[in-house]
């Protein structure tokens, strides 16, 4: 029986959460919405050599730890921005994780996984090696997101 590609992702993730959930603590959960502070966002160019490349960061913090955040490499594409690689951290998915995108249909063209949350403390240092990642990977991304692969 032959199955398609989104079958044979979802099989495989289901495998590789099955075998990770084998050695790992319950997740942690996040504290109610209404408890955390204000939603943060900011914008900013790592590189004046190159301003076409901005990075915009959104965090939520909680008692001054992070309890959510997302960080967007995008790249001015004409007369609007595209993102071209995006960390974040989700409960949903119970990891932290990096997306590469495809300039062609902005599909994900890479998944990684960098690190799976059991503890507060896995999204803080899950948002510093995620900052990292990305600056340091960004010419990779930007290379990644206008061949489509």
């Known amino acids: 029986m032959a ?9 495989r993730r289901e495998a590789e959460r099955a075998i990770a959930e084998a050695g790992r603590e319950p997740v942690w959960e996040r504290p109610p919405r209404v408890e955390w502070d204000p939603e943060e966002r900011y914008e900013t160019v790592p590189d004046l050599s190159a301003p076409e490349n901005v990075l915009i960061y959104r965090t939520a913090m909680w008692k001054r730890r992070f309890v959510d955040f997302a960080i967007i490499h995008e790249i001015r594409d004409g007369s609007q921005n595209a993102t071209v690689a995006k960390a974040d951290s989700s409960l949903q998915h119970e990891d932290v994780h990096l997306h590469v995108k495809a300039r062609s249909n902005g599909k994900d063209v890479k998944r990684e996984v960098i690190r799976f949350i059991s503890s507060q403390k896995d999204i803080d240092d899950g948002y510093y090696e995620s900052d990292s990642r990305i600056l340091e990977d960004m010419s990779k991304h930007e290379m990644m997101w206008r061949n489509g692969r």
């Open 3 to 11: 199955y398609g590609k989104q079958k044979d992702r979802e099989s």
